[in-house]
C-alpha cells in the first residue's frame, strides 16, 4: 500500500464555515458544475427561441408525408419521423414542453412546500404529526404511478401534470424545510426573539427562512431533476400531453415500434436529448448541494 | 530495540516542528518551530487558546493528520525512534504498544455499536495475549481505573455509560499496554467539575503506578498547574514558552504568559469592587498569517521596535526555562491593559425580583420530571447573583422560568419590585419584557447569522421601546458605545466579528430596553481566557452605569467568587445554599457546596471529597434529601427519609440540610463560630 | 422497549395505509366525476352509463362506496376489473408475481454492486474511481428507464442480437431462457438504482470514517481491514439497509415503465392498462396492493435496523 493506513480518517478541525462567498468559489472551481450549467443553459435558449432556430415547423406540414422515416441526410440531418416531420427540428422545441412543465412543477411545489414547512416546522406539535403521515401516505406510492392514477382521473392536460407533480412535492419539501426550521428553532437567537416578544412572522420569515435558504436551494435543484424525470416518464407512458406537441418522451414511445425495423432517428437523438438534459441539470444540482452543505 | 538506547532516551522528543494545512487552495502553515522534550515518567503540558495548534501537535505526534495537514519539518522521536517515516507495519506496531491517546468527548470515542468489553479486549488481543487470558485482563484493567462494576460494564453499549464513565474505559485501553507515552487532549472540558477532578486524580494515580509519560493538552491553565511538571505555552502555532510549571506559572518570562494568568481571577485576585481584571488586547492571528518579528507583538504591552523586525529565538531563561521574547526579563512588568481601579457601582438592599415557592415539572414520555422543586430565591437591586451546580441541576429551567419562556406549575409567584409577573412572556407588558433579559452561552447561536449587528440591535431596541425610528437608531449606536464598539462594525454580520465581539453584541441586544434583570448564562464559557476577562469587566462596568442586577449561571467558581454578590447552589431542581458570596465560599458550607469546591482543580487532592456516582434522574429524585445517595456527609435514615427544608441557618445565608450548622463546622474542620458547638449533639 | 416500538411503527404503518386509502379512494372514484360517463366515454347513452355505475356501485354516497371498497380490501375482495371482467386480487396476484422475479433479478445484481462500489469510491475518496462511480452513478440514476432501456435494446438486441428485446419468455420456458429475457430490463433497474444506493453507502462509510470511535480503533494500531471491516461497515452499512428497502418504491414505479417498454406481463404493465382503459377498480386496487407492499417492507426494514442498532433496542435499557 503506497500511503500508510495512518491517514484513513480525517478530525475534525476548527475552520470557520464556509462563507457565501467562499460557495460560490467552490462552485466555480467545479468542472461538473460548468458541464451541467452548459447544457442546461443551451437547452432552456432552445426551448425560449426554439421557434426562431429550428431549420422546418416543429409541428410538421402537410407536405411531409411524402418524406416519412428518412435516414439522416443533408437536408435532415437527424432524419424524420413517420409524418415525414424533421427529428431535428422536433428535438429542438422539444426541449420546452419538458422544461416548462418540470419547472412550473418544481416551483408550485419549492413555494408550498416551503411555506408549509416554515409553518409546521415553527408550530409542531400534531399539525407536525399529520404532516408526517401525509408525506408517508404520498411516499408509499411512486411518483409516476401517482401520475397515472390522477391524470386518468383528469384526463390527459398539461396543467395536470403540473398541478399533480407540484402536489406531491409539497409535502417532500416541506418535510426537509420543517427539519431545517426545526434546527434552526434550537438555536438561540429564536429565544432572544421570543424574549422581546417578536412577531411570529416576523421570526418565520425574516429570521428563519434566510437561515434555510440554502436548503430551499438545494430541494429545489434536486426536485427538478426528479420533475423532469417524471415529466418524460409520464409523456412516454401518453399521460398528460396533447400528441401533437413536440416532446421527447412522446416521440420515443411513438417509434419504438420502428426500432426492430432498424430505423433507430426518430428514438435514439429524442433519447439522447433527454440524458443530456437530465445529467445536466442533475450535475448542478450535485455540485449545488456539495457546495452549500 | 534494545534496553539500553530505552533507557538513554527522553520518551519524547520534538525537534524543529512545522505543519502546514491546506485551506482552499493554499497551504498555511499551523504548527513553526516546535521544540520540546518530554522526559521519562514526566507529564508534560501544553496549554493555549483555541486555534493555537495544540491538537495538532498531538496528531503529529500520532502520526494521524487530516488529509489536508503535512508536516513539513522536523522530526518527533518517540523513545528515539522518529516516528516520521515508519512503514505502516510499524507505525501500527508503535501505536499499539509504545503510544496511546485519550481526546476529547469520550462521548463518540467509543463505537456505537460494540459492547465495551469487546473494544477493550481488542487492545489486549492486538498485543498478542493469549485469548483465555483476555477477559481477566480486561476486568483488571477497568478495575484499575476504578470502574466499580466492570463484569457488568463490560456487556454495555457505550450509549448506556455516562460520560465519566466512558471516559475511564477510553483511559482503561489507553493504559492496557502501559504505554511509553500517554497523549491526553483535553481529556475532561465538556465534563462537569465533579466528573472531571475524578478523572484527573485517576490520571494522577495511574501515571505514579504505571510510570508513563504524559503529554497533557488543555486550554485550562488550572488543570495544568494541577497535573503537569513541566509547560509548553503554546500561541499561533509556535511556542511562546517552555519550563517547569511552578516556575512557568509562579514567574513567568513571557509576556503571554504573564497575560493569560492576568486574565483568570482567581482565590487571591480581588473582588469585582476592588479590581478589574486585566485584559489581552487584539486578536490570534489567523492561520498562515506571514507576520515578521515576534508574533505576539500586535498585542503585547512591552513590544520595542526590534520585535517587529526580528522574530525572538526561544531564549534560555533562568529557572530551566525557555521564552521566546527579546525582553524575557521585563515579562512580569508588563503594564496593564485596562486601569486596575473598578467602576463603582451602588446597591441597595431593595428587592428587584423574587421567585417563590417556584415548581416546573415537564411531562416527558408521559412521565413527569420534576426540573424545579420548591425554589425561593431573592434578587436585590443592582446585586449579581450567581447560579451554580452540576449540569441538570436545573439552572437554565430556573432562568427560562424567569424570563416566562417555560411557565412553571401552579403556586409559582414571581414578583418584579413587588408587582406580580405573568408566568408567560407573551402576557407580560412591554416594559416587564424589557426588564428581564438575557444574555447567551454561545454568541453564534445567539445571533441570527444573516443579519447584521444594526438589526440585531436594532430589532430588539425597536421592539422594546417603540419610540422612532431616529430614536431607535440613535439608542442602537449608543449601544454599541457601550459595549466599547465602534460603528463600524454596525453592518457587519456577526461571521465578520471574533467571538468576543459577538458576545458583545449580544450584551448589547440585553440591554436593548433599560433591564433590571439581565440573566447571563455562562456568557464566558464558550471564549477563550483572553477574550472572558474582557466580557466580565464590561459586565462589571454596565452594572455600575446602569444599576442592573444579574442572574449570573456559571460553573467556574472562580469566576463566581470574582462576581457575585450573592451565591445560589442547585442541584437535582433544588436550592441547596444560598448566602452572600464571601460567606458560601468560606464556609461552613452544605455538603454538596463542599463537594463542588474541592473539585476544583486550583486545591490539591488531598483535600478533595469525592462524590460518588452521578446525579440522579430528575424524573425520579431520591427519597428524602435528594442529595443522600451521593453525600459524604449523610448522617442517617433522617437523609433518606426526610427533605431537609431550605432554612435561614445564619442571617442571611440558607442551607437545605439536616446537619446543623455547628457541627458542619465541626466536620468541614473550621473553627467553631463565638458559640462553643456542643460535641453531645454528635 | 423493542415491543413498544414495534407496536408503534406498525400502528403508523397502518394509519399510513388508511390515509393512502382514503387519497387512491378519491383519485378514483371521485375525481373522476361520473365514473361511468368516464368509462363508457362521451357517446354512450345515458342508460348504459348509469347500468355500469349501478353495477360498479358509484352512484351510492361516497362515505358507503368508500367503506364497502375498504371493508371489501380487508378480506381480500377489491371488486372486478372492468376491462378484464375478473376479480382484482387475482390478477394483481398473477402481476406480482412476474414483478417480483424481474424485482428480484434487479436486485441480487444491483445490491452487492452498488454496496461494493460505493465502499470502493469511499475509501478512494477523491481519486478517479471515486469520480467515476459517484458522477457515472449519478448520471445513470437521473436518465429514465426508458431512454437507457432504449439504448440497451438499440445495442444488445437489434443490432448485436445477444438479448431478447422483450422481457416475456415463451410460454412453459425454462429458468434460463425466463432470465435472458429479464435481463435487459433488470439491467435498467440495476442502472437506476445504482448509483443511488452506492453513493448513500458512500457517504455512511465516508461518515463512519472520520468517526472518533474510527480514530480510536486506528489509534489503538487496529489493522486497516479490521478497522473497515468492524468499525467503519458495521455503523456505516444500517443506513443502507433503510435506503434498500425503500427503493422497493421506486421499484415497483419504475416497472410501470420498465414492463411497457419490454412488454412484460407484471404489475407495472397491469397499472398502465387500467389507467388506459379508465378501469377504475383494478387502478384502485393495484395501487392500494403496491403502497401496502411499500409500506411492508420499510417495516420491515426500520424493524431490522433497530433490531442491529443497539442505540434503539437497548434504548431505556441503560
Ligand atoms: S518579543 Fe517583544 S513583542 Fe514579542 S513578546 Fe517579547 S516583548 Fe512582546
Ligand atoms: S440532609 Fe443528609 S444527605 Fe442531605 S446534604 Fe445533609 S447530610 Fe447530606
Redesign the pocket.
Known amino acids: 500500500m503506497a500511503q500508510p493506513s495512518h491517514s484513513a480518517g480525517g478530525f475534525r478541525l476548527t475552520i470557520p464555515q464556509a462563507t457565501r462567498s467562499q460557495r460560490w468559489q467552490v462552485l466555480r472551481r467545479s468542472a461538473t458544475f460548468w458541464v451541467g450549467a452548459t447544457i442546461v443553459v443551451i437547452w432552456v435558449v432552445f426551448a425560449i427561441f426554439g421557434d426562431f432556430v429550428t431549420p422546418f415547423d416543429p409541428l410538421g406540414t402537410p407536405a411531409d408525408v411524402l418524406n416519412r422515416l428518412e435516414a439522416p441526410s443533408g437536408e435532415h440531418p437527424l432524419g424524420t419521423d413517420e409524418l415525414g416531420r424533421d427529428v431535428l427540428s422536433r428535438v429542438l422545441a422539444g426541449a420546452r414542453q419538458v422544461l416548462t412543465v418540470a419547472l412550473a412543477a418544481t416551483v408550485l411545489g419549492t413555494i408550498f412546500g416551503t411555506a408549509l414547512g416554515l409553518v409546521v416546522g415553527y408550530a409542531g406539535g400534531i399539525v407536525d404529526e399529520i404532516l408526517s403521515r401525509i408525506l408517508d401516505a404520498f411516499l408509499s406510492i411512486p411518483l409516476v404511478i401517482t401520475g397515472m392514477l390522477a391524470l386518468t382521473a383528469l384526463g390527459p392536460n398539461t396543467l395536470g401534470v403540473i398541478v399533480v407533480i407540484g402536489l406531491v412535492f409539497t409535502p417532500i419539501i416541506a418535510k426537509t424545510v420543517r427539519a431545517a426550521v426545526l434546527s434552526e428553532r434550537q438555536l438561540d437567537y429564536v429565544t432572544a426573539a421570543q424574549l422581546r416578544r417578536d412577531n411570529g412572522l416576523y421570526v418565520l420569515f425574516v429570521e428563519i427562512l434566510p437561515n434555510v435558504a440554502n436548503v430551499i436551494i438545494v430541494e429545489f435543484t434536486v426536485r427538478l431533476g426528479y420533475a423532469i424525470f417524471t415529466v418524460l416518464a409520464l409523456s412516454f407512458l401518453g399521460f398528460g400531453i396533447e400528441p401533437s406537441i413536440p416532446d421527447w418522451g412522446l416521440m420515443i414511445a411513438q417509434h419504438r415500434g420502428y426500432l426492430t425495423g432498424g430505423i433507430w432517428w426518430p428514438v435514439l437523438f429524442p433519447a439522447l436529448a433527454i440524458a443530456s438534459l437530465v445529467v445536466a441539470v442533475n450535475l448542478v444540482a450535485d455540485s449545488i448541494s456539495q457546495a452549500f452543505e | 530495540m534494545t534496553a539500553q538506547t530505552a533507557i538513554t532516551h527522553p520518551a519524547l522528543e520534538v525537534r524543529d516542528l512545522a505543519l502546514e494545512y491546506r485551506i482552499g487552495p493554499d497551504w498555511k502553515s499551523a504548527l513553526r518551530d516546535i521544540n520540546f522534550t518530554v522526559e521519562r515518567g514526566e507529564s508534560f503540558g501544553l496549554v493555549g487558546e483555541s486555534g493555537c495548534g495544540k491538537s495538532t501537535v498531538a496528531m503529529a505526534i500520532m502520526h494521524y493528520l487530516p488529509r489536508n495537514g503535512r508536516v513539513t519539518q522536523g522530526s518527533i522521536r518517540l523513545a528515539g525512534r522518529d516516528v516520521t517515516d515508519l512503514s505502516p507495519r510499524e507505525l501500527r506496531d508503535l501505536r499499539v504498544n509504545k503510544i496511546s491517546m485519550v481526546y476529547q468527548n469520550p462521548g463518540t470515542a467509543l463505537n456505537p455499536s460494540i459492547r465495551i468489553g469487546r473494544q477493550v479486549e481488542d487492545v489486549f488481543e492486538l498485543m498478542g495475549v493469549p485469548a483465555r487470558e483476555r477477559e481477566g485482563r480486561v476486568r483488571q484493567v477497568l478495575d484499575k481505573v476504578q470502574i466499580a462494576d466492570p463484569i457488568r460494564v463490560m456487556r454495555r453499549y457505550p450509549h448506556q455509560l455516562s460520560g465519566g464513565m466512558l471516559q475511564r474505559v477510553v483511559i482503561a485501553m489507553a493504559i492496557a499496554s502501559r504505554p511509553a507515552l500517554l497523549i491526553l487532549d483535553e481529556p475532561t472540558t465538556g465534563l462537569d467539575a465533579t466528573v472531571e477532578a475524578e478523572v484527573l486524580d485517576l490520571v494522577r494515580d495511574l501515571r505514579d503506578e504505571i510510570g508513563t509519560s504524559v503529554l497533557f493538552i488543555s486550554h485550562s491553565l488550572a488543570v495544568i498547574r494541577k497535573m503537569c511538571d513541566r509547560v509548553a505555552v503554546l500561541y499561533a502555532g509556535r511556542l511562546?514558552a517552555v519550563g517547569p510549571t511552578e516556575e512557568t506559572f509562579n514567574n513567568p518570562s513571557?509576556?503571554?504568559t504573564v497575560g493569560l494568568l492576568r486574565c483568570l481571577p482567581s482565590p487571591e485576585t480581588g473582588r469585582r469592587d476592588e479590581t478589574t481584571l486585566d485584559t489581552i488586547p487584539g486578536f490570534l492571528p489567523p492561520l498562515g498569517a506571514e507576520i515578521t518579528?515576534?508574533?505576539?507583538?500586535e498585542r503585547?504591552?512591552?513590544?520595542?521596535d526590534?520585535?517587529?523586525e526580528v522574530e525572538?529565538e526561544l531564549i534560555p531563561v533562568p529557572g530551566d526555562s525557555v521564552s521566546?521574547?527579546?525582553?524575557?526579563d521585563?515579562?512580569q512588568e508588563l503594564p496593564r491593559t485596562v486601569p486596575e481601579a473598578a467602576p463603582r457601582r451602588e446597591r441597595s438592599e431593595e428587592t428587584l425580583l423574587a421567585i417563590t415557592n417556584a415548581s416546573k415539572t415537564f411531562v416527558q414520555d408521559g412521565a413527569p420530571v420534576y426540573a424545579l422543586h420548591d425554589i425561593d430565591l431573592e434578587i436585590r437591586v443592582g446585586e449579581t447573583v450567581a447560579l451554580v451546580g452540576e449540569s441538570g441541576s436545573g439552572k437554565s429551567t430556573l432562568a427560562k422560568v424567569l424570563l416566562g419562556i417555560h411557565a412553571p406549575d401552579d403556586g409559582t409567584v414571581i414578583a418584579l419590585s413587588g408587582k406580580g409577573l405573568s408566568a408567560k412572556v407573551a402576557q407580560r407588558t412591554q416594559g416587564e419584557i424589557g426588564a428581564i433579559q438575557m444574555v447567551f452561552q454561545n454568541p453564534d447561536s445567539a445571533l441570527n447569522r444573516r443579519h447584521s449587528v444594526r438589526r440585531i440591535i436594532g430589532r430588539a431596541v425597536r421592539l422594546l421601546r417603540r419610540e422612532g425610528r431616529k430614536e431607535t437608531d440613535d439608542r442602537t449606536k449608543n449601544l454599541m458605545r457601550e459595549v466599547r464598539m465602534g460603528s463600524q462594525h454596525l453592518l457587519a454580520k456577526p461571521r465578520q466579528l471574533s467571538g468576543g465581539l459577538k458576545q458583545r453584541v449580544a450584551i448589547a441586544r440585553a440591554f436593548a430596553g433599560t433591564p433590571a434583570l439581565v440573566i447571563c448564562d455562562e456568557p464566558t464559557s464558550a471564549l477563550d481566557v483572553s477574550v472572558q476577562a474582557a466580557i466580565i469587566n464590561l459586565l462589571a462596568e454596565l452594572q455600575a452605569e446602569e444599576n442592573v442586577s444579574y442572574l449570573f449561571i456559571s460553573h467556574d467558581l472562580n469566576v463566581v467568587r470574582y462576581i457575585a454578590d450573592r451565591v445560589a447552589v442547585m442541584y437535582l431542581g433544588r436550592l441547596m445554599e444560598v448566602g452572600s458570596s464571601p460567606r458560601v465560599f468560606a464556609g461552613p458550607h452544605h455538603p454538596y457546596t463542599e463537594a463542588l469546591l474541592s473539585a476544583s482543580p486550583d486545591l490539591e487532592e488531598d483535600t478533595r471529597i469525592r462524590l460518588e456516582g452521578e446525579i440522579p434522574a430528575a424524573s425520579n429524585p431520591p427519597s428524602g434529601c435528594v442529595f443522600q445517595t451521593r453525600c459524604p456527609r449523610k448522617i442517617g435514615v433522617i437523609c433518606e427519609t426526610v427533605e431537609p427544608p431550605l432554612e435561614e441557618a445564619e442571617p442571611g445565608w440558607f442551607k437545605r440540610c439536616h446537619i446543623p450548622i455547628e457541627e458542619l463546622r465541626l466536620l468541614q474542620g473550621q473553627p467553631p463560630a463565638e458559640v462553643t458547638a456542643d460535641p453531645a449533639t454528635t | 422497549m423493542m415491543g413498544r416500538f414495534v407496536l408503534r411503527r406498525f400502528g403508523l404503518a397502518l394509519i399510513t395505509l388508511a390515509l393512502l386509502s382514503v387519497l387512491v379512494f378519491i383519485g378514483t372514484q371521485l375525481l373522476p366525476g361520473d365514473v361511468g360517463r368516464r368509462v363508457l366515454g362521451p357517446f354512450a347513452t345515458q342508460e348504459s352509463v348509469d347500468a355500469l355505475n349501478a353495477r360498479l356501485g358509484t352512484d351510492r354516497p361516497p362515505l358507503v362506496q368508500y367503506t364497502d371498497w375498504i371493508g371489501g380490501a380487508v378480506t381480500g375482495d377489491l371488486g372486478d376489473s372492468i376491462t378484464f371482467a375478473r376479480p382484482v386480487t387475482e390478477l394483481v396476484g398473477r402481476a406480482l408475481i412476474n414483478s417480483a422475479k424481474l424485482a428480484a433479478l434487479a436486485f441480487v445484481i444491483v445490491v452487492p454492486l452498488s454496496i461494493w462500489g460505493g465502499i470502493l469510491a469511499a475509501l478512494r475518496r477523491g481519486r478517479l474511481i471515486d469520480r467515476l462511480i459517484t458522477v457515472g452513478g449519478l448520471s445513470a440514476t437521473v436518465i429514465p428507464e426508458f431512454v437507457s432501456g432504449i439504448v440497451l435494446i438499440l445495442i444488445f438486441a437489434v443490432t448485436l442480437g445477444w438479448l431478447p428485446g422483450t422481457a416475456s419468455a415463451p410460454r412453459g420456458s425454462g429458468f434460463f431462457t425466463q432470465m435472458r429475457h429479464l435481463l435487459l430490463p433488470a439491467i435498467c433497474l440495476t442502472l437506476v438504482l445504482f448509483g443511488y444506493i452506492a453513493r448513500i453507502t458512500r457517504a455512511g462509510v465516508i461518515e463512519a470514517m472520520e468517526a472518533d470511535y474510527t480514530r480510536t480503533a486506528i489509534l489503538k494500531g487496529l489493522p486497516r481491514r479490521v478497522v473497515i471491516r468492524r468499525e467503519v461497515l458495521r455503523n456505516a452499512l444500517l443506513p443502507t439497509i433503510a435506503v434498500v428497502a425503500s427503493q422497493m418504491g421506486y421499484l415497483i414505479g419504475g416497472l410501470v415503465v420498465v414492463e411497457v417498454l419490454f412488454s412484460y406481463q407484471g404489475i407495472g404493465q397491469l397499472l398502465y392498462s387500467a389507467a388506459q382503459n379508465a378501469d377504475f377498480p383494478l387502478l384502485a386496487g393495484g395501487v392500494l396492493v403496491v403502497g401496502a407492499m411499500f409500506q411492508g417492507s420499510m417495516l420491515l426494514a426500520d424493524l431490522a435496523y433497530s433490531w442491529l442498532n443497539p442505540r434503539i433496542r437497548l434504548a431505556g435499557s441503560g
Open positions: 511562546m513571557h509576556p503571554y518579528g515576534c508574533i505576539y507583538a503585547c504591552g512591552n513590544v520595542q526590534i520585535c517587529r525572538p521566546r521574547c527579546h525582553f524575557w521585563r515579562a
